[in-house]
């Protein structure tokens, strides 16, 4: 008897072969965990927005073409970056059992919209910095270190993406390093006062500091209700 793939012309074969092989390739980095049983304390420790996706498809029909407007078609998976953030709260509260699946689950999540999102998606610069605080979590380093990296790329001025950095840093005694990206970060956001404080605890010179400006909050330290997102 034969075979599916066999009974099928070479080219057939090929292209049958290349969809399974991209599939088993990249499906477990697609994969999620929608938490469950979330309460509503859990809701309120997160951003507002995540009320609206389609998490909650009721809601996510009535609002979100607003939201939309406000950060593009991509809005549409960022029902796992609100469940990559549930779970993230979570993980902080777990025994060491569970945290570590938590955690992966939790960087599915966030790795999920990243490969979804176009690279001009407002909301990459927050996402790659929670993955870089993830990956710091599960003691990866050089990996952590690349996602912040790739934050700053995409949006310079977004200073946590050298804070978390920094902080790392000094910890693990590697201040000189942490002293230039603190320098760096605050030519391209010289009113952040977190990296101000970082660089005045590591030696920086006051005068290599800017004139302090008004400040404009970035993503991640907002309120739920996500004025942020202004470019």
Not at 36 to 64: G, H, I, N
Not at 90 to 115: C, I, P, S
Not at 180 to 189: D, M, N, Y
Request: proline share 7%.
């Amino acid at each position: 008897m034969t075979t599916l793939l066999t009974s099928r012309p070479p080219r057939t074969r090929m292209t049958l072969f290349f969809i399974f092989f991209i599939a088993f390739t990249y499906l477990p980095a697609l994969s999620s965990a929608k938490p469950q049983e979330v309460t509503e304390s859990e809701l309120k420790l997160l951003p507002r927005y995540c009320l609206d996706t389609m998490w909650f498809p009721e809601r996510y029909d009535a609002k979100s073409m607003y939201w939309v407007n406000v950060m593009g078609k991509s809005f549409s998976a960022m029902h796992h970056y609100c469940w990559g953030l549930t779970n993230l709260n979570r993980a902080r509260k777990a025994n060491a059992k569970h945290r570590t699946g938590l955690l992966e689950d939790v960087l599915n999540d966030f790795r999920y919209v990243t490969q979804y999102a176009p690279s001009d998606f407002v909301m990459l610069p927050e996402i790659y910095t929670k993955i870089g605080e993830v990956e710091l979590l599960i003691k990866n380093p050089d990996k952590a270190n690349g996602a912040f990296a790739k934050a700053r790329s995409l949006k310079p001025d977004y200073w946590p993406a050298y804070s978390h950095w920094i902080e790392f840093l000094m910890q693990t005694g590697k201040r000189a390093e942490a002293r230039e990206i603190a320098r760096s970060g605050l030519q391209h956001s010289p009113d952040a006062k977190v990296l101000r404080e970082q660089y005045r605890l590591l030696g920086g010179s006051p005068a290599d500091i800017p004139e302090l400006k008004e400040t404009r909050t970035p993503l991640s330290e907002t309120s739920p209700d996500t004025n942020h997102i202004k470019q």
